[in-house]
């Protein structure tokens, strides 16, 4: 079992940046694979970055990328989302997610560990 749980969201101008946080418990962080995911109000969920277990591996969707950086610190059980550029498009609750895989990629429903999520609200 593994838990997680997001911070660093808030309200932030467009241009801005925010970082987000994941701290995870329960179970060895550094044989878990992480994701980031979000939805908008009246929108699927959708992919925004993932990384493998030793962070050699790393994906973000086309709509992020440059922007946003996913990375993980082992030691520290976190996996981060720095979030630069950001849009107003951008504005979603941010949830982590964590699979027991080396490397899960952009599908939820290969991740079976997932957070509450964080706000994100970016204003124009």
């Known amino acids: 079992q593994v838990q997680l749980v997001e911070s660093g969201g808030g309200l932030v101008q467009a241009g801005g940046s925010l970082r987000l946080s994941c701290a995870a418990s329960?179970?060895?962080?550094?044989?878990?694979?992480m994701g980031w995911f979000r939805q908008a109000p009246g929108k699927e969920r959708e992919f925004v970055a993932a990384?493998?277990?030793?962070?050699?591996?790393?994906d973000s969707a086309d709509s992020v990328r440059g922007r946003f950086t996913i990375s993980r610190d082992n030691a520290k059980n976190t996996a981060f989302l720095q979030m630069n550029s950001l849009k107003p498009e951008d504005t979603a609750v941010y949830y982590c997610?964590?699979?027991?895989?080396?490397?899960?990629?952009?599908?939820?429903?290969?991740?079976?560990?997932w957070g509450r999520g964080t706000q994100v609200t970016v204003s124009s």
């Open positions: 997610a964590a699979s027991d895989a080396y490397y899960s990629g952009s599908n939820g429903n290969e991740y079976k560990y």
């Open positions: 329960g179970r060895t962080f550094s044989r878990t694979a």
């Open positions: 990384i493998s277990w030793s962070g050699g591996r790393k």
